[in-house]
């Protein structure tokens, strides 16, 4: 019994250290876009978050790709050629002159990382399934958060000894190692009766299946739109607190001081999910979610920036319902689709990732001289997906109009 458990307990660690590759190179990332910026010539520093959802269009389309293919050919290769393609990209972002190719190169690298991504959520789901499949997946979050909380201390360290460039270099050197834990310690969990032969046909008949699956498209969607709002706050966060609050040094520190918000409420989600069931956790943080966000935009509807203790404290309650969202909403979309469980979370990913891009990039426009405009889309994404659960959740819309 010791034994199983402490293999479990690697498993959780294994499994949100191929996740937090993807987390430390977009995070890192953060405190150097301004660098990056001014030696690649951007002229428009409103550009320089794409460094950020570039690689957020990349993770979306590499899932289409890599979840197909892992349902044919295995988990672990996919895995492995993934992260070969993040390598080659890694070297171009290094190696170029020029803002676009590096932008070209961040999409490659988010190619790349959807491997290990998308496998993470299918491997989970090959072993585990229910509210204990969300119990562990909110495990490997809660470990995987700690990435964020130190990702841009590490960055801004790695940019005061060394190069912009070396972060890309740490990013590589870091999923090396990581592979090679992953490639002696994770056996493959594709059973042999799930495997499908590989033709082209299979990229239709599990896309077919996925969308005649109600709650897993619905709850997709949901998982877009939060994905959306929180990168709103990724790719902005860096101009939000050095250009509106002048706190370029203590930026990392307040960055990862909200990540924990976040990691907390995804410890609580695990503690509670298999006694309150992930739907009834679900719509309480969505309501809270609408709620705390509609709280900011009322208050501060002048367009006036609070003082940063007041946003830091607003951010903190959002980030906190978010935890209860993320783990779950991917946990309600993959439970059905367990016969599917590579495609599907694939088309679960790119759906969510390629709705959030745009959104992103959309209310981050507006994210110039206030923070309003952020809270803003965090409401009318919050509504949004609120009525979505509604309509997929009709007993509890029934008791809402009761009460």
Same mark, same amino acid.
């Given at each position: ?13 294994? /499994? ?17 876009? #301004? ?22 269009? %990349?993770?979306?389309?590499?899932? =289409? ?8 050919? %295995? ?25 676009? $190719? ?33 119990? $562990? ?8 958060? =700690? *990435?964020?909380?130190?990702? #841009? ?33 994770? #056996? ?74 976040? %990691? ?69 979309? /993959?439970? #059905? ?39 803003? %889309?965090?409401?009318?994404?919050? *509504? ?20």
């Amino acid at each position: 019994m010791k034994n199983q458990s402490r293999s479990q307990v690697e498993f959780v660690i294994l /499994m949100a250290a191929l996740m937090s590759i993807v987390a430390l190179t977009i995070d890192a990332l953060l405190p150097a876009l #301004p660098d990056i910026g001014a030696d690649l010539n951007v002229a428009d520093i409103k550009d320089n978050p794409k460094l950020i959802t570039s690689i957020f269009l %990349g993770l979306g389309c590499g899932q =289409l790709l890599f979840g197909p293919l892992s349902d044919s050919f %295995g988990r672990k290769p996919i895995v492995y050629i993934g992260f070969i393609v993040f390598l080659v990209a890694s070297y171009i972002c290094v190696t170029t002159k020029s803002f676009e $190719i590096m932008l070209f190169g961040r999409v490659l690298q988010g190619i790349g990382l959807a491997a290990p991504r998308t496998m993470t959520i299918a491997i989970v789901r090959d072993s585990y399934s229910g509210d204990y499949m969300a119990k $562990i997946l909110s495990f490997v979050v809660m470990i995987f958060i =700690l *990435v964020p909380v130190i990702a #841009p201390s590490l960055g801004q360290y790695i940019m005061n000894h060394f190069h912009w460039k070396m972060i890309f270099i740490f990013n590589a050197c870091f999923g090396i190692l990581v592979m090679l834990w992953f490639w002696l310690r994770q #056996p493959e969990t594709l059973k042999d009766k799930h495997r499908i032969s590989y033709r082209l046909s299979i990229f239709k008949t599990g896309t077919i299946a996925f969308f005649k699956i109600k709650p897993a498209v619905i709850y997709t969607i949901l998982s877009g739109l939060i994905t959306g709002s929180f990168m709103v706050y990724l790719s902005t966060s860096q101009r939000v607190f050095e250009k509106q609050y002048d706190m370029k040094e203590e930026f990392p520190l307040i960055f990862a001081s909200l990540a924990i918000s976040v %990691g907390l409420s995804t410890f609580m989600n695990s503690q509670l999910v298999v006694r309150y069931g992930m739907r009834k956790i679900v719509h309480t943080a969505m309501l809270c979610f609408v709620l705390i966000s509609l709280l900011f935009v009322i208050v501060f509807n002048t367009g006036s920036n609070p003082s940063i203790e007041v946003l830091i404290g607003f951010f903190a309650l959002q980030f906190f319902t978010i935890g209860f969202l993320f783990g779950n909403l991917r946990a309600l979309a /993959m439970e #059905p689709m367990g016969h599917i469980a590579g495609i599907g979370s694939a088309l679960n990913g790119f759906v969510s990732t390629v709705m959030a891009v745009p959104i992103a990039d959309y209310i981050g426009k507006f994210v110039i001289d206030s923070v309003t405009p952020l809270f803003v %889309g965090f409401t009318i994404c919050g *509504v949004i997906s609120l009525l979505l659960f509604y309509s997929i959740n009709n007993r509890i819309f029934r008791n809402l109009r009761r009460a």
